[in-house]
């Protein structure tokens, strides 16, 4: 893997980041992308320095497809080359359908779902060159549901099935496609503080971990959609 170039939405923190770690220490190069340009260029900063391997940060709002593009264009005028692409930028809002806004519901569709779409459709010649792999992160959300996650939920559900729609797409180019689902993991999302309480949850390296297994596979092999969840339950 030493010397492929990895692509990773919403690589300053959370499972990001663990992924972007997981694969310098591999040796891969990667760019990082933040709606904050100083957290993106931050991140790669600390990822170069403690990896000795190349990294740069780049504003991205995966709403936006010139963003996407642009950052596209920025990382093979760089590296030359996009191998790994890792859909990951995603946010949430929790709300009863009574109580969830428009601009929420935009929110989360456009971040989650339609940022993917933009960010496949932005990469997918690179990795078509490179047969590359292309990774979204989705979520058991996706297919198990609750109360005031209808947004978030719709968002994932749509993540799980376009990827495997792709997946179908690309296969026959040599391009492998998979989804990652995990369950509670160990981030800032939804205003979580990371700390020793969230020993029980998913760590955000044991995703880079799987990333990493699934690079190093025989290409011939492809798992598709991928089931994560803490082997305990939830800690009170």
Known sequence: MKGKVAFITGGSKGIGYGIAKSLAKEGVKTVLTSRKLENAQKASL????????????????????????????????????????IANAGLGHFATIENLSLDQWHEVIDTNLTGVFYTIKSTVEALTKTKGYFITISSLAGTNFFSGGAAYNASKFGVTGFTQAVMLDLRQKGVNVSTIMPGSVSTYFNNNEPSAKDAWKIQIEDIGEIVVDLFKLNPRTLPSKIEVRPSMPPQK
């Open 46 to 85: 600390e990822i170069s320095q403690t990896h000795d391997v190349e990294s740069i940060g780049v504003q991205v709002d995966v709403r936006k497809y010139d963003d996407v593009t642009k950052a596209v264009e920025t990382a093979i005028q760089t590296f030359g080359k996009i191998d790994y692409v």
